[in-house]
């Protein structure tokens, strides 16, 4: 019985390894292809032709149609009928919108993680806030974003709300895009953004619910500067750079 089940699945398995490797050919144009919106070098308005890049890659159009798809899915690329897909352009009405519904679930989720944060989570934010610091020194803009997405993510996930969770899911496919296309909330010193992630943390750690509540969604609004705490600790110490 063992031996047949066993034999069944060497099967499923060969029956399917085309199509494996089909799916991980996808993901690494995929992978391609965002981290090219997301540095720029595919920009707004820029056409996205498959035929073009599966040349280019050396591989078959499927899988770059796969990538391509997934991209629109996530609102990165927009299809236009008889035209192809091209990069979308966000404008401030779009950022605007994602403001209003962003803020008061930052609110939320940070009065609630304060409450109930583990110590691997508050690790794990810690990493996150190096991983920006790193980025800054290497001028990788790409990466700081996908940690600063990750960052509000994992905040959701630790508030210990699933249906905030799952509200946050839903929008965070939107936020990247905002992220990577444009960055409308945010113009200023990338270093000070690491810096107020790292405050924003310590506000956590602290358990102050009502402080990382407030912080948060100003964070969110992109209202100004997180209060950086060791200036009413050290007074000598030095105020954090405003954001644009």
Do not use: C
């Amino acid at each position: 019985m063992a031996a047949n089940a066993s034999a069944g699945f060497d099967s499923t398995l060969a029956t399917n390894k085309d199509r494996f490797r089909k799916a991980l050919i996808s993901d690494q144009v995929y992978e391609l292809l965002r981290q090219a919106v997301v540095d720029g070098d595919l920009a707004p308005g820029d056409r996205v032709v498959e035929s073009e890049i599966a040349r280019r890659l050396g591989v078959s159009q499927a899988p770059v149609r796969e990538a391509v798809k997934q991209l629109a899915r996530e609102g990165l690329l927009m299809h236009v009928p008889r035209r192809g897909h091209f990069v979308v352009e966000i404008s401030e009405q779009d950022a605007e919108y994602a403001r209003q519904v962003r803020e008061p679930l930052e609110r939320l989720a940070a009065q609630l993680a304060a409450q109930h944060i583990t110590k691997d989570q508050l690790s794990e934010l810690d990493a996150l806030v190096e991983r920006m610091r790193k980025a800054v020194t290497v001028k990788d803009v790409g990466v700081f974003r996908d940690a600063d997405i990750e960052f509000h993510t994992l905040v959701s996930q630790a508030a210990g709300n699933p249906f905030l969770e799952r509200m946050w899911e839903v929008i965070e496919p939107s936020l990247r895009t905002l992220r990577a296309i444009s960055d409308p909330l945010f113009a200023g010193d990338w270093s000070a953004m690491a810096d107020e992630h790292g405050r924003l943390v310590s506000l956590l750690r602290d358990g102050d619910g009502e402080g990382a509540a407030v912080a948060f969604a100003d964070h969110a609004a992109g209202r100004g500067p997180v209060p950086d705490g060791r200036t009413t600790k050290k007074p000598r110490g030095k105020a954090a750079t405003a954001r644009g």
